[in-house]
């Protein structure tokens, strides 16, 4: 029995040398590590946090950068559509002037030609009547005769004397 006593008193003294010496820096060790896992746990989560919040900057600045790029656009097609309305208005408002001017040059003409068909006629018209009368007329006379001719083709047939 004293072998058995001599075992367990062994046994304890063993037991307290290893847990003083060996259990408890393995237990510091241990839990050196578990906090040093928590901290990069903590860390991890705290950049996974971080990752996330840039990829929302970062679609909220590509969102903003399309809606800007959107509105660039829609100005620029703005500005293109109001250009070329300018520009159809402009050469509208061309060529009605030209047509414009076209048909005053065109009235012009017209009347220029009448005047040069009345005058012929009246010359024509004084060459026939000195014909008929025999004699010729001096120019006094004749700018009478003319002035009647005119008269009577611009104003519907109207004579002088029926005027009178």
């Known amino acids: 029995m004293?072998?058995?006593?001599?075992a367990i008193i062994n046994f304890v003294v063993f037991f307290l040398l290893l847990r003083h010496f060996l259990y408890k820096p393995i237990l510091g060790i241990l839990d050196a590590r578990r906090d040093e896992v928590a901290s990069?746990?903590?860390q991890a989560e705290k950049a996974r946090e971080?990752?996330?919040?840039?990829?929302?900057?970062y679609e909220a600045r590509l969102a903003e950068a399309r809606n800007e790029a959107q509105s660039i656009i829609a100005r620029a097609q703005a500005t293109a559509d109001k250009a070329r309305e300018e520009l159809l208005a402009q050469a509208h408002r061309q060529s009605q002037e030209?047509?414009?001017r076209a048909q005053k040059a065109i009235a012009g003409e017209k009347e220029r030609a009448l005047v040069e068909i009345r005058r012929e006629i009246a010359d024509l018209a004084v060459l026939a009547a000195s014909k008929v009368i025999g004699r010729s007329l001096?120019?006094?006379?004749?700018?009478?005769?003319?002035?009647?001719?005119?008269?009577?083709?611009?104003?519907?047939?109207?004579?002088?004397?029926?005027a009178e």
Do not use: F
């Not at 004293?2 to 001599?6: K, T």
């Open 138 to 162: 001096d120019p006094e006379d004749h700018r009478e005769m003319i002035g009647e001719l005119v008269r009577e083709v611009s104003g519907g047939g109207e004579t002088a004397k029926g």
């Open 50 to 57: 971080e990752a996330a919040a840039a990829k929302a900057e």
């Open 40 to 42: 990069n746990l903590a």
């Open 2 to 6: 004293n072998s058995l006593i001599w």
């Open 98 to 100: 030209m047509l414009e």
